[in-house]
């Protein structure tokens, strides 16, 4: 597609990331790849995280992502799996950044919206959104459809913001 944009989504998760990347183009959109960054879960902390780090660097080399975009984490009631996962978290944003890649962070209730219509849709409903949105797309994992899901939000929140950015530079260069 001439004018797009590739997108990496990426919902991050210390035993399972999800990654998707998608091609947009004004309101269409496209399914390029997806997949999940496994660790190994009796590694130290730090190899883990260096597991994420690395595969991510691959998928990034490997794809040219021109944007990015992150999920926010829900607040874990294990305070030490939520530090965990806040690291985890840090690497995923930290990777993409790295590469000179511009980093958006979302909300899941806001990724919901932007996906499903609803805030509180369940993960059933966004996987099949998922789908729809991006036919011929062949998902195995759910933390594969969040990242994608992740993905569109981004993509519909970048068209949202250029279009705005249009009409404020009309409005600037147009006379009184």
């Not at 209730?109 to 609803?118: L, N, P, S, Y």
């Not at 509180?120 to 797309?137: E, F, I, S």
């Not at 994608?148 to 913001?161: E, F, N, T």
């Amino acid at each position: 597609m001439s004018g797009s944009v590739r997108i990496l989504g990426l919902d991050p998760g210390l035993q399972h990331t999800g990654w998707g990347l998608i091609e947009s183009s004004g309101s269409r959109l496209r399914h390029l790849a997806d997949g999940v960054i496994s660790t190994t879960a009796d590694l130290p902390l730090a190899e883990r995280l260096s597991q994420i780090y690395r595969a991510l660097r691959a998928i990034l080399d490997l794809h040219q992502a021109d944007e990015a975009a992150v999920e926010h984490t829900y607040v874990n009631k294990n305070p030490g799996a939520a530090l965990k996962l806040g690291q985890a978290r840090g690497v995923v944003l930290l990777a993409p950044s790295l590469a000179g890649i511009e980093v958006a962070e979302y909300q899941a209730m806001e990724v919901k919206r932007a996906v499903v219509g609803t805030g509180h849709a369940d993960k059933v409903q966004v996987t099949d959104m998922v789908r729809r949105l991006l036919p011929g797309a062949v998902i195995r994992r759910a933390d594969a459809a969040d990242a994608l899901a992740v993905a569109i939000c981004h993509a519909h929140h970048r068209g949202s913001r250029m279009a705005l950015a249009r009409m404020a530079n009309l409005a600037v260069s147009q006379p009184r």
